[in-house]
């Protein structure tokens, strides 16, 4: 029912601010430019799949949308919040989750310009009650006609694509039964403590990229200490890159803070983790595949 990854949205507290910080510092090529619409304003940078969403509620609005966004940035300060499903034709996916026993909001219809172009853009969103996808907010949107992204190429950073979204989570039976069950994503792999770790993980595809759900099985280790500190929910967001040296380089020289590439947990792959202080809250992945 789903099709592909729309796009992941990110809260901040000033689109601006974090626009030039994913455009001019950190080397993103730009999917929108930053718009303004009632109760709030957004940006997006391109991931060459996907588009990654910057959010601000604006300050002086008097709606419900801004009071909810400026609530949840309160609470959960700047980082992920939710994730954009294409779902290719909006309507029958709504009635084949609703068959499934998934509450969803009846579509709401938008616009917005600043596509390629710089043509505007309609589109439709359905919200899926959070309780049918664990540990995640979740959402539909389709854009009518398709959305395409303002040419960018692929940045400093020479991104290939969107590879995968990490959710973590206490039961990895129970939450991938559950992504099954409620929306039709089945886990294909699962590994148990890949390259020794402290984790167990499940392979979900949507489109060509997929979920990661992750549950930590010990006490010890980076991952358990993240998680004791930040709890269920969206974890990290894994972007490929064409050179994973040579993008970590170009990211220390702009005064990023990333960690040395090693090997990642699937066959073939390296990853450089930037921190979350140089991404305004986000934890981004570097991952590279040969």
């Not at 730009?30 to 991931?47: D, K, M, T």
């Not at 009518?144 to 960018?152: L, N, S, V, Y």
């Not at 960690?259 to 202080?277: K, L, M």
Request: aromatic content about 8%; proline content about 6%.
């Amino acid at each position: 029912m789903l099709r592909r990854i729309d796009h992941v949205m990110v809260l901040v507290r000033d689109v601006g601010i974090a626009f030039a910080t994913y455009t001019e510092r950190l080397g993103f090529p730009v999917s929108w430019q930053p718009e303004r619409h009632e109760g709030w304003e957004n940006a997006a940078v391109w991931l060459g799949n996907a588009s990654l969403e910057l959010l601000s509620p604006l300050a002086d609005a008097d709606s419900t949308e801004a009071a909810f966004f400026a609530r949840a940035l309160e609470e959960r300060g700047e980082g992920v919040f939710m994730i954009a499903f294409d779902p290719g034709d909006i309507e029958r996916t709504i009635a084949g989750l609703r068959e499934r026993g998934v509450t969803v909001t009846e579509p709401v219809a938008g616009s917005a310009g600043n596509g390629a172009g710089g043509r505007r853009r309609s589109y439709r969103t359905a919200f899926i009650s959070r309780q049918f996808t664990p540990g995640v907010n979740a959402f539909l949107c389709q854009y009518e006609p398709p959305f395409k992204p303002m040419d960018g190429g692929k940045g400093a950073l020479k991104i290939k694509k969107l590879d995968h979204v990490v959710i973590a989570t206490e039961d990895l039976e129970d939450a991938a039964a559950k992504w099954e069950r409620n929306l039709g994503l089945k886990a294909t792999e699962r590994v148990s403590r890949p390259l020794g770790s402290g984790f167990e993980v499940a392979r979900l595809p949507v489109g060509d990229a997929f979920i990661e759900l992750v549950q930590p099985v010990e006490d010890t280790g980076r991952f358990a200490e993240q998680f004791r500190e930040r709890g269920e929910g969206f974890f990290s967001i894994s972007v490929e890159v064409d050179d994973l040296d040579a993008a970590a380089s170009y990211l220390r020289e702009k005064g990023a803070k990333v960690s040395e590439p090693e090997p990642g947990i699937w066959p073939g792959s390296r990853v450089a983790r930037v921190s979350r202080s140089s991404a305004h809250g986000v934890p981004l992945q570097l991952i590279e595949r040969r």
